[in-house]
């Protein structure tokens, strides 16, 4: 089976440890979006990791605050596991990334990776339309749609009717943020939202 062919019922069990080998070996997969047509907020990761690849789900590195703060902020009524995933639909929530190959790190992207993600993340919201496109990670929004002086917040940038936002990254690595003003950002974009 083809990683791309997936189904949830074929990803790992959550909380399953991996070797650094599994780890490694999960760099050809690909994590299924989860979307549909119409979403309130189609959340956009900058790219997998290699935890979410292995696992098949998003946000799924232990550390990686996207599921609390998701939960803070008012877009959940609890805090989903990664392998909850699916329930986000529920919420007219949805998950999909900038780039699509996992990597350990963001940093391993090329510009040209982003510049191309954020040509095909556009035909995606186009197709989709979204009322908001929610980029985790400014640093890939610029990069991305090539906005060297974007900040934080919504965005002028629209894709047809879908306004933009720049969140914060949620890996653990993204430390000069806490959870909690985290949160308060997020809760910013789901007071913009229309119920």
Same mark, same amino acid.
């Given at each position: 089976?083809?990683?791309?062919?997936?189904?949830?019922?074929?990803?790992?069990?959550?909380?399953?440890?991996?070797? !650094?080998?599994?780890?490694?070996?999960?760099?050809?997969?690909?994590? !299924?979006?989860?979307?549909?047509?119409?979403?309130?907020?189609?959340?956009?990761?900058?790219? !997998?990791?290699?935890?979410?690849?292995?696992?098949?789900?998003?946000?799924?590195? !232990?550390?990686?605050?996207?599921?609390?703060?998701?939960?803070?902020?008012?877009?959940?009524?609890?805090?989903?596991?990664?392998?909850?995933?699916?329930?986000?639909?529920?919420?007219?929530?949805?998950?999909?990334?900038?780039?699509?190959?996992?990597?350990?790190?963001?940093?391993?992207?090329?510009?040209?990776?982003?510049?191309?993600?954020?040509?095909?993340?556009?035909?995606?919201?186009?197709?989709?339309?979204?009322?908001?496109?929610?980029?985790?990670?400014?640093?890939?929004?610029?990069?991305?749609?090539?906005?060297?002086?974007?900040?934080?917040?919504?965005?002028?940038?629209?894709?047809?009717?879908?306004?933009?936002?720049?969140?914060?990254?949620?890996?653990?690595?993204? +430390?000069?943020?806490?959870?909690?003003?985290?949160?308060?950002?997020?809760?910013?974009?789901?007071? +913009?939202?229309?119920?």
């Amino acid at each position: 089976m083809a990683p791309s062919d997936r189904k949830p019922s074929d990803r790992a069990p959550a909380g399953r440890r991996f070797t !650094p080998e599994e780890l490694e070996a999960a760099r050809d997969r690909l994590v !299924p979006d989860v979307a549909a047509s119409g979403l309130r907020v189609l959340f956009c990761g900058i790219n !997998p990791g290699l935890m979410s690849a292995a696992t098949g789900h998003h946000f799924a590195r !232990p550390g990686n605050r996207f599921w609390p703060v998701l939960h803070r902020s008012g877009f959940t009524p609890r805090q989903l596991r990664p392998d909850e995933e699916a329930e986000l639909l529920t919420y007219g929530l949805g998950i999909t990334n900038v780039v699509a190959r996992a990597s350990a790190r963001a940093d391993e992207l090329s510009v040209e990776e982003y510049r191309e993600g954020g040509r095909l993340l556009a035909e995606k919201v186009a197709r989709l339309r979204p009322q908001w496109l929610a980029v985790v990670g400014v640093t890939a929004y610029r990069l991305a749609f090539d906005d060297k002086r974007a900040k934080i917040g919504p965005q002028e940038r629209t894709i047809g009717a879908t306004r933009i936002w720049a969140l914060p990254n949620p890996s653990g690595l993204n +430390a000069h943020w806490s959870p909690a003003a985290m949160a308060e950002e997020y809760g910013r974009l789901r007071s +913009a939202v229309v119920l």
